[in-house]
């Protein structure tokens, strides 16, 4: 599987801040109520991101065990299917926390250029970009935990 680098979340990253630009002005010029995240969506994103990390832990495991390995029993190798999945939720969470990081900061932006701050607004949504760029980091950290070992002469896999 190709890796992703940064060029497709800072795609993301960048659609979301002008959805989220967008979707204020919108509402705020149609008079509608304006488009905040609920609040359990920063917890939500925090215990995603700690889920994808602890899922990659067996596969960083079996990779420094065998890193490490000269003799003996071979350390038993984990499901391939496994590893697919956990390394596809660790990309797809790069993407989404990406695009949700976009979008919070966004709203951010609009929220301190065109109105009187509102503090609890901010507060709120600055705490849903948070978490989003903490997503983003565990899907990265569970993607590197999910590289191939190297070969046991040296060379890279």
């Known amino acids: 599987m190709k ?28 008079g509608l109520a304006f488009p905040a995240s609920p609040t359990t969506l920063p917890v939500s ?6 889920a994808v990390l ?3 832990f067996p596969i960083y495991r079996y990779r420094k065990q065998i890193e490490s390995y000269k003799s003996g029993v071979r350390p038993a190798r984990p499901n ?3 590893a697919v999945r956990v390394m596809l939720i660790a990309r797809a969470s790069i993407f989404t926390g990406a695009l949700f990081a976009g979008w919070h900061l966004g709203l951010v932006l609009w ?7 509102l ?3 901010i507060l709120r949504e600055s705490l849903s970009l948070v ?27």
């Open 131 to 157: 978490a989003a760029v903490l997503l983003v980091v565990a899907g990265y950290l569970a993607r590197r935990n999910c590289k191939t070992p190297q070969d046991l002469d040296g060379e890279a896999a």
């Open 119 to 121: 503090q609890s607004l």
């Open 3 to 30: 890796t992703s680098g940064l060029g497709g979340a800072l795609g993301f990253f960048l659609v979301g801040i002008v959805a989220g630009v967008a979707a204020a002005q919108l509402t705020a010029g149609f």
């Open 45 to 50: 994103l925090i215990v995603i991101g700690l």
């Open 80 to 82: 391939p299917f496994y």
């Open 111 to 117: 929220l301190v250029i065109f109105t009187a701050m």
């Open 54 to 56: 602890i899922a990659s």
